[in-house]
Each structure stands twice: as structure tokens, then as C-alpha cells.
């Protein structure tokens, strides 16, 4: 575990989103992450929206060179601006962990889930909380999954609380860890030295076919919408190479183990880089995770799926007889 006095600084924040105002809050989270991309230093944000499990809060990451350029806009006019217009949308104030130093992954590069735990330490008990957390990662490193962590001490003026970070491959692997009866006893034994703690999750899991952005904004839809998408490009890929090369293939004489490796090739290189993009933007009101919030989206995107399935099944039979 290492503690580090230079290099990039990030802000985590979290809120709670009043019941229905998720579209709403999507809409002034865009605006917010426009934003923050004029200022100096800026990297990269991502948003998560809630998970499937017991968290319902957004995390919000945003990146930037130096802390001072980060400092920057936290305290900006034009974030305090932003924030008193997204009020109403929230349930309860955000919270915000500020990691100064150390490297932050870039989550297109990382599979896994991530763990946020802010410590708000004793007077006088830093030395003492540092060599408990060194226990505590000891024993991390002993349960299934776990692929790393960070420690992070307070940022002068901006945050009074230490900050942990750190990824297990699974989110049930962290959550095994989390509930685990050595970590509740490590707890009841940290108390000694901090007040209070609290706990942010963020999952990640990227797709290569589901990309969305420029790059800082970049997110997977869920796996059923990804199926039914992939089978809308699919099926009539398959279908036309068959009745085209795959026709030219058998007049040729070419053994069948090799027009099923040539017919395979040109299906994925035709759904890379042609189909899935095109799908991707007409879809994209359905498969961005950002935008979709509510079940009638949902259902009103699966079933504009459905009914291409049905009209390119029937367009085939027509002319296949």
C-alpha cells in the first residue's frame, strides 16, 4: 500500500436522486461534466449510475492534473452554480472523497468492482490509524479477488478525511470481504483511532462492442440488451455472407472448415466496424446507460428489437422461399 505525495487528483462524489428524476438528473449531470471540461487540468470523468444491489447512489469521478487545478473547480462559481440547480433533483446533500497523489485506473483499462471508504480519523491517532490500515490490507490480501488498493491522506483545505481505495475482480468478492467476521473484528478494533467511516461502491465491466463518447464517458449497457442487440446485427450478417460467399465458397470447391474460418472473419469484421456502430447510434436512446432509467424505455427498446427480428426473419423467407 502505497502513500503518495504527487501526481493526479480525483474527486469522488455521491448522491441519492429523488424517486423519478433520474432523466432529470442524467440531463444536469451532462451539463455539469460540460462544465467541468473547460477548466485547466482537466482529464476525464466517468458517471455510475446505481447498481443492481443495495446501493442507490450515482458516483460521479472526475480527473484532473494537480490538486490545485482541481481545487480550482471545486470551488468555483460556476460549480456552486451547478450545484444549486441540481438541489432539487437530490435526496440529501452529495458526499465527496478528494484522492490527492497516487494513480487512479482509468476504468476502460480495468475490469472489476471498486470500494471508496472515507475515514474521519481522531486527533492525534494518525500514526496509530496508518499502521492499522496496513493490518487491515494484510488481511485483504488473503481473500479471493483482491487486485490492489491506495491510501489516501487528507487534502488541505479541501478534505479533513483520510480516504482508502481499493478493487476485487467480482463484486461478490468485495462484498465477501465486506461482510466478512475478520474485517467486522479489524473494525470494532479501528475504532480506537477514527470516528466514523463510510463506504462507496463503484462496478465496472466494458464491452468492446458497446462503446459510447469520445472516451471519458464511456459505458456497457446490460447483458440482455447486448444479446438482443448483437442478434439484431447477426442474423442477417450471417445470412447474406451465406447466400453470397458462402455460395461462391462451395462453387469453388473450398472445404467447408474454411469457408466457416473466412465466413467467420468477414461476420465479426462486418459487425465491428460497420453494423454495431450503425446499431449503436440508432439504439442509443435504449442502450445508453445514461439515458435509460425507466421500464418504459426498456420495453419499448426491446420490443423495437423484436419487431426487426421479425421483419428481417420474414424479409428472408420471402426471398429465400
Not at 496508518?130 to 481473500?143: A, N, P, T
Not at 442509443?284 to 427480428?309: H, K, N, Q, S
Request: overall charge negative; aromatic content about 12%; glycine content about 10%.
Amino acid at each position: 500500500m502505497g502513500i503518495r505525495a504527487s501526481g493526479c487528483a480525483t474527486v469522488v462524489t455521491s448522491q441519492k436522486v429523488r424517486d423519478g428524476l433520474d432523466e432529470e438528473y442524467d440531463r444536469w449531470q451532462e451539463k455539469v461534466n460540460r462544465a467541468v471540461r473547460d477548466f485547466d487540468g482537466f482529464e476525464g470523468t466517468e458517471t455510475y449510475p446505481p447498481g443492481s444491489g443495495g446501493e442507490q447512489e450515482w458516483v460521479v469521478v472526475f480527473r484532473f492534473a494537480r490538486t490545485d487545478q482541481l481545487t480550482a473547480w471545486l470551488n468555483s462559481t460556476a460549480r456552486r452554480e451547478l450545484l444549486a440547480e441540481g438541489r432539487a433533483l437530490l435526496d440529501g446533500t452529495p458526499t465527496q472523497e478528494v484522492l490527492a497523489g497516487g494513480h487512479i485506473d482509468d476504468p476502460d483499462h480495468v475490469e472489476g468492482v471498486t470500494a471508496f471508504i472515507s475515514h474521519d480519523v481522531r486527533p492525534g491517532r494518525d500514526e496509530d490509524f496508518e499502521q492499522w490500515q496496513e493490518k487491515v490490507l494484510r488481511e485483504q490480501e488473503k481473500f479471493p479477488g483482491f487486485m490492489g488498493t491506495e491510501f489516501f491522506r487528507p487534502v488541505e483545505g479541501i478534505q479533513d478525511h483520510w480516504v482508502v481505495v481499493f478493487r476485487y475482480d467480482t463484486p461478490e468478492h468485495l462484498d465477501a470481504w465486506l461482510d466478512s467476521g475478520r474485517r467486522e473484528h479489524l473494525l470494532k478494533e479501528g475504532r480506537d483511532y477514527f470516528a466514523s467511516y463510510d463506504v462507496r461502491k463503484v462496478g465496472t465491466a466494458f464491452g468492446g462492442w458497446f462503446r459510447f463518447g469520445a472516451g471519458e464517458e464511456e459505458k456497457v449497457p446490460p447483458n440482455w440488451k447486448q444479446a438482443m442487440t448483437v442478434v439484431l446485427a447477426l442474423y442477417p450478417t450471417v445470412m447474406v455472407l451465406n447466400l453470397t460467399v458462402g455460395h461462391e465458397f462451395a462453387l469453388l470447391g473450398v472445404p467447408g472448415y474454411l469457408g466457416l474460418f473466412f465466413g467467420n472473419v468477414l461476420s465479426v469484421s462486418i459487425l465491428s466496424w460497420l453494423l454495431m456502430p450503425l446499431v449503436n447510434r440508432v439504439l442509443a436512446f435504449w442502450l445508453r446507460p445514461g439515458r435509460t432509467r425507466t421500464v418504459r424505455v426498456d420495453v419499448a427498446g426491446a420490443a423495437l428489437v423484436a419487431l426487426c427480428w421479425a421483419l428481417t426473419v420474414l424479409v428472408f423467407a420471402l426471398t429465400t422461399g
